[in-house]
């Protein structure tokens, strides 16, 4: 069973930087998963932020956060990172990591995702 276990979060003023990491354990072999970051601010759905493919080349990022998060993987450590700088308030939300084995994984819709991380809360204030 695959299990995602996100860190990281906090807070912090607006400008600021903070690095989410997502440790996935459960037997199953990391590197084979597509992965992706999605977030969830109160009263609003869940929206991709980034996602990445299984050696770390290629990579997609919300056009909200282009230029200022970046996504990496580390498959030697089961980790995924999200580097977040220049924070703004609008970037206040849950941060969960997600798997996804096959699929349209590119389009970092929640729909192509299979196994999710319980989330990570990030609070940015101005």
């Known amino acids: 069973q695959v299990q995602l276990v996100e860190s990281g979060g906090g807070s912090v003023q607006a400008g600021g930087s903070l690095r989410l990491s997502c440790v996935a354990s459960?037997?199953?072999?990391?590197?084979?998963?597509?992965m992706g970051w999605f977030r969830q601010a109160l009263g609003k759905e869940r929206e991709g932020v980034a996602a990445i493919d299984t050696v770390g080349v290629l990579k997609v990022h919300a056009d909200s956060v282009k230029g200022r998060f970046t996504i990496s993987r580390d498959n030697a450590k089961n980790t995924l990172y999200l580097q977040m700088n220049s924070l703004k308030p609008d970037d206040t939300a849950i941060y969960y990591c997600?798997?996804?084995?096959?699929?349209?994984?590119?389009?970092?819709?929640?729909?192509?995702?299979?196994?999710w991380g319980q989330g990570t809360q990030v609070t940015v204030s101005s």
């Open positions: 459960g037997g199953y072999i990391f590197s084979s998963y597509y």
């Open positions: 997600a798997a996804a084995s096959r699929g349209s994984w590119y389009l970092v819709k929640a729909s192509e995702y299979s196994y």
